[in-house]
Every structure is written in C-alpha cells, then in structure tokens.
C-alpha cells in the first residue's frame, strides 16, 4: 500500500514571496504519478501541477514547480511569487501507473495562508 | 485540463429521504469515477470506485447500500444516499480519470454540500 505524508499542517507566507510545501510518499511500485491539488475556500479540487515518476525533469507550471526526488520520495511544491489568491489547502497525491484500478492516495494536506 | 461537473452544489433534505448527486465528465470519456466525501479540515475519503458499466467497488467501511453508486454512461455517475440522515450531512465530491497518450489524471468535479435536516 502507498502512504503520502504532508509534515506542515499549516504554512503562511507574505505576498510576492517564495513557500516551498513538502511531502514524502512510500511506495514499492516503479511507474506512478504525483500530483499537488489545490482547494481554495470553495472547495474545488484544483490540479495545480503532475509529474510522471520515469521523468527526471521536474515539472513546471507558471509559477508552481516541483523538486522531485525519486529516491528519497520526496515531492515538494515550490509556488514562487506568492498571491493571495494562493491561499488554499494543498494536498500532495500519488497514484499508480497502471491503466485500471488507479486511484489517488492522498496527504493530509498543508493549509497555505498568503498574507498581505 | 479537464472539465467534470457536479450537481447540485448545495442540497437540503429532510430526514429519511433519499438524495441524487451527478457527476459528468463533460469533455472526456471516464470510464472510472470516483466518489470522496470530506469532513472540515480533512482530507478527501475514498468512498467507492465507479466503473462504467459494472458494479462499484466500495471501500471498507463503506455501507454500499445506503449509498448507492450508478455509472450508466461514459460521462456520467451518481451517487445516491438512501434514508439519509444527520450524520450523512458532509461534503461529497467525485472526480474522474481521463487517460491520454502521456498518462493518467485525475479531475475533480465542484463537491456537493449535503446537509440533512
């Protein structure tokens, strides 16, 4: 079975800043995917970014990027110029590659507050 | 990206009754969905998978009767909870697997707000 472990409860940062969200996972498969999804105040599970377990390269999405660290399990959520309209839960997920039976497990999520 | 919708996003029933809740992926066919209901400050509980066109498959703890899950078409499942109660009041929100040449991922639908009155 997969575990996903989000260490921070709670993070704050200051607007135009740069937070680095961490998480760790455990797994014994090869191929797998992991996610960071963000859920502001209405709720809505939001994919912010995913990287594929084969690629080396780490995933970027505007100003969200992730340091990706395969052998020590490590998926971190860096969101440079931090706006308030980033603050949310962000929850850490990972998921197998595989075509049928794939599903997420999920962190327990990291509540981000931008201060102005 | 992905659109999956759900509705309604906020539904009040009386006690004992029954209450539906769709999901549509409306630009991608998903032949698995899946079903989470989250508590405040949690996060999401896997309720059941959806497959199209077979029966759900239920996490542990899960009472398949009570919440009844359907997955009839390509786009569309719905959950449904039977003689609900107080306690079923919660926040319920489905996502679906769209798979492309490059993988799978998962999106999410707006959540259902349930409260049981």
């Known amino acids: 079975a997969q575990t996903v472990t989000q260490s921070q409860p709670e993070m704050s940062v200051q607007e135009a800043e740069t937070v680095t969200l961490s998480c760790t996972y455990d797994?014994?498969?090869?191929?797998?995917?992991l996610f960071w999804y963000k859920q502001p105040p209405s709720r809505q599970m939001i994919l912010v970014i995913r990287?594929?377990?084969?690629?080396?390269q780490n995933a970027t999405e505007n100003r969200f990027s992730v340091n990706f660290q395969k052998a020590a399990k490590s998926f971190s959520l860096k969101i440079s110029d931090s706006q308030l309209g980033d603050t949310a839960m962000y929850f850490c997920?990972?998921?197998?590659?595989?075509?049928?039976?794939?599903?997420?497990?999920f962190g327990e999520g990291t509540q981000l507050t931008v201060n102005p | 990206g992905a659109v999956v919708s759900q509705h309604p996003s906020w539904v009040i029933c009386k006690s004992g009754t029954s209450v539906k809740i769709e999901c549509r992926s409306l630009?991608?066919?998903?032949?698995?969905m899946f079903w989470y209901r989250q508590f405040p400050k949690q996060s999401l509980m896997l309720m059941a998978t959806?497959?199209?066109?077979?029966?759900?498959?239920?996490e542990q703890g899960v009472e398949k009767d009570k919440f009844l899950i359907n997955h009839a078409s390509l786009t569309l499942s719905t959950l449904t909870v039977t003689s609900a109660h107080p306690e079923d009041s919660s926040f319920y929100i489905c996502?679906?697997?769209?798979?492309?040449?490059?993988?799978?991922?998962?999106?999410f639908g707006e959540g259902s707000w349930l409260t049981v009155v």
């Open positions: 996502s679906a697997r769209k798979g492309t040449p490059s993988g799978n991922t998962i999106y």
């Open positions: 797994t014994s498969e090869n191929n797998y995917y």
């Open positions: 990287q594929e377990a084969y690629k080396q």
């Open positions: 997920a990972f998921m197998r590659r595989e075509t049928s039976g794939s599903r997420l497990t």
């Open positions: 630009d991608f066919q998903a032949t698995t």
């Open positions: 959806s497959n199209e066109g077979s029966k759900a498959t239920y």
